[in-house]
């Protein structure tokens, strides 16, 4: 394995898609001269052409509308939007076609599309451009929705992402772009749908994705080193689908649950995975689930409201003292 970030774990997975399948090609605002507004791209432009790395015009309906007709052909677009904050723009285009064109033509014109952007706060962007609009796409059918939260995890999902036959939002968090981490080398891939234990545990679950589960695997260590707390770690990476089997049977093992998402509380993937398992494992639950989110207001743009305004890992202890309490009731009661 080699240790490489985020980024640079999204470059090279480009790259080599590129190298793999002459039907690959990138196209986005400023990805081609400026090398993308986060370097992703950096390079491409000048080892594939201009035909390959398609830079475009800010127009995200039109761009993305070009690369659904592209992919309707036989092509495999892979789109960046600078940022999800941005993706309204191109709504009609990503709800009512590229997501239903595969059923409505009865399986005969699959649509092999790519939209990969980035979100979520703390780099003081204001409240236009730091915000976590996952669901809105997690709630379509015909759409796949990732939102890996490790450079390995970035690799193999992007890879498998450019070779599925359906589009797939490819959802980043700007905070993890510097990230490190040890990534398999070769062919590696890691099928969509498909939830990950990040760290095994008995006394409690935490589910989580993108960001934020990289934040709870660092408390879920800390505390098992502090208080001895032996916490489980679900990543479930895929938002649609939703692999329901590993976070379900994860619960059944601890009977509590923490969901932490940085994403606004109401109506989000964290009430849908609290559904979940309120359908699928109510009789395994020993007591109430727990959700840690962001505060419903636009993201103010001072970093202390900024701050305050983002769950974190303190928020996220929070939440384990009151299971942790609420186990030792019902153990010497």
Not at 11 to 25: M, P
Not at 199 to 213: N, Q, V
Not at 258 to 278: H, K, N, P
């Amino acid at each position: 394995m080699a240790e490489m970030t985020y980024r640079q774990a999204l470059h090279d997975t480009l790259r080599e898609e590129l190298q793999r399948d002459e039907n690959v090609f990138l196209i986005g605002e400023e990805i081609g001269r400026f090398e993308g507004s986060y370097k992703i791209t950096a390079g491409l432009l000048q080892e594939f052409g201009p035909k390959r790395v398609v830079d475009t015009p800010i127009c995200e309906n039109g761009f993305v509308g070009l690369a659904i007709g592209a992919a309707m052909l036989g092509l495999r677009p892979i789109v960046e939007i600078m940022t999800i904050n941005f993706i309204a723009l191109a709504m009609d285009e990503i709800v009512n076609h590229a997501a239903k064109i595969y059923y409505m033509f009865g399986g005969q014109c699959p649509v092999p599309l790519v939209i990969r952007t980035p979100g979520g706060g703390g780099q003081q962007l204001s409240a236009t451009h730091s915000q976590n609009l996952e669901v809105w796409f997690a709630h379509v059918p015909g759409l796949k929705v990732v939102a890996p939260s490790t450079p390995a995890d970035a690799r193999g999902l992007l890879r498998t992402a450019v070779r599925d036959d359906n589009p797939v939002l490819f959802l980043e968090n700007l905070a993890l772009y510097n990230t490190r981490g040890e990534v398999p080398e070769g062919d590696y891939t890691i099928p969509i749908g498909k939830a990950q234990v990040m760290k095994e545990g008995h006394d409690l679950t935490i589910i989580s994705y993108s960001r934020m589960a990289v934040v709870a695997l660092d408390v879920a260590r800390r505390l098992e080193q502090e208080r001895q707390l032996s916490i489980e770690v679900v990543d479930v990476r895929s938002l649609r689908p939703l692999d329901h089997e590993t976070v379900v049977n994860s619960v059944k093992k601890t009977n509590r649950a923490i969901i932490f998402e940085e994403d606004w509380r109401s109506y989000g993937v964290g009430a849908e995975l609290a559904a979940t398992l309120q359908e699928e494992a109510f009789d395994y639950l020993d007591a109430p689930i727990q959700r840690v989110a962001g505060a419903e207001v636009p993201l103010p743009y001072s970093k202390p409201l900024e701050q305050a305004a983002l769950p974190s890992a303190r928020q996220l202890v929070e939440a384990v003292d009151r299971l942790a309490i609420r186990k030792r009731r019902v153990v010497y009661a």
